[in-house]
């Protein structure tokens, strides 16, 4: 998963590179520090590099809190995703007008082979630890309930980027100037009725306002169509020569 970002950066241990192995985290952190971020003057770097398996955690916390990381959460691999973001970050305001230059018409398509091009998730394992730790760490950043399967779960992840996220989506946000609703956590909402499975009466209590959500937006499409008819019939045309009323 921080395959592209390594080689971007230039990582010379990037096709070995385990993010379980605490010591290679150990190891990219300060290759990253040294390299790419340089948030501290090269002698303030020491308490990484000595650091042991003991007191590495405090250093690396130190050192979150020095360049600022935005999360309560630390989870690994978030931490190393947003490292390595940094560094992307930091890497292409060194050299601006390098990154500017490069067109789409210079960058070299892959070879499709037959009618149509390779998948780029064609060769992911959904059963490996890489993928499940990804999308579960990528699902609790954008707030999303995690599902046994999780490809279900990369599947409302991608849903809620394309509805929410994309270009076209931010594009409309900023044109459209919907009032703010008010969160309301949903142990909140009355179901009127327990299955008996608290898990069961959250979806279902889930089900209930996306229906509500939607009788909402009939509703509105119905007083539209209200609206419509009522200025058609509303001020008809009079032709007096035919002495009749009508169009």
């Known amino acids: 998963m921080f395959k592209r970002k390594l080689n971007a950066l230039g990582y010379p241990k990037s096709s070995t590179f385990?993010?379980?192995?605490?010591?290679?985290?150990?190891?990219?952190?300060?290759?990253?520090?040294?390299?790419?971020?340089?948030?501290?003057?090269?002698?303030?770097?020491?308490?990484?590099?000595?650091?042991?398996?003991?007191?590495?955690?405090?250093?690396?916390?130190?050192?979150?809190?020095?360049?600022?990381?935005?999360?309560?959460?630390k989870n690994q691999n978030m931490v190393i995703d947003w490292l390595l973001g940094l560094a992307v970050r930091l890497e292409y305001g060194d050299d601006v007008e390098k990154y500017n230059s490069v067109s789409p018409e210079k960058v070299e398509k892959p070879k499709?082979?037959?009618?149509?091009?390779?998948s780029p998730l064609q060769d992911i394992n959904e059963k490996s630890m890489e993928f499940r730790t990804g999308v579960r760490s990528l699902a609790k950043v954008l707030d999303i309930p995690i599902h046994p399967d999780d490809t279900v779960t990369l599947e409302a992840v991608k849903i809620l980027i394309e509805e929410r996220l994309s270009t076209p989506a931010l594009e409309a946000a900023k044109t459209t100037s919907k009032p703010v609703g008010r969160a309301v956590p949903i142990d909140d909402i009355k179901l009127g009725f327990d299955t008996g499975d608290p898990m069961i009466n959250k979806a279902a209590k889930a089900l209930r306002l996306l229906h509500i959500n939607e009788l909402r937006k009939l509703q509105t499409q119905v007083n539209e169509a209200i609206?419509?008819?009522?200025?058609?019939?509303?001020?008809?045309?009079?032709?007096?020569?035919?002495?009749?009323?009508?169009?």
Not at 18 to 25: A, L, M, N
Not at 32 to 53: G, P
Not at 227 to 247: C, E, M, S, Y
């Open 18 to 73: 385990d993010p379980s192995v605490v010591e290679q985290c150990k190891e990219l952190v300060i290759w990253l520090e040294d390299q790419k971020i340089r948030h501290y003057k090269v002698e303030n770097r020491v308490f990484l590099k000595t650091a042991n398996a003991k007191s590495w955690p405090a250093a690396l916390e130190k050192y979150l809190k020095d360049v600022d990381y935005p999360f309560t959460k």
């Open 112 to 118: 499709e082979n037959g009618a149509s091009a390779k």
């Open 227 to 247: 609206v419509a008819v009522q200025a058609i019939t509303a001020n008809p045309k009079t032709d007096q020569r035919l002495g009749k009323i009508g169009r």
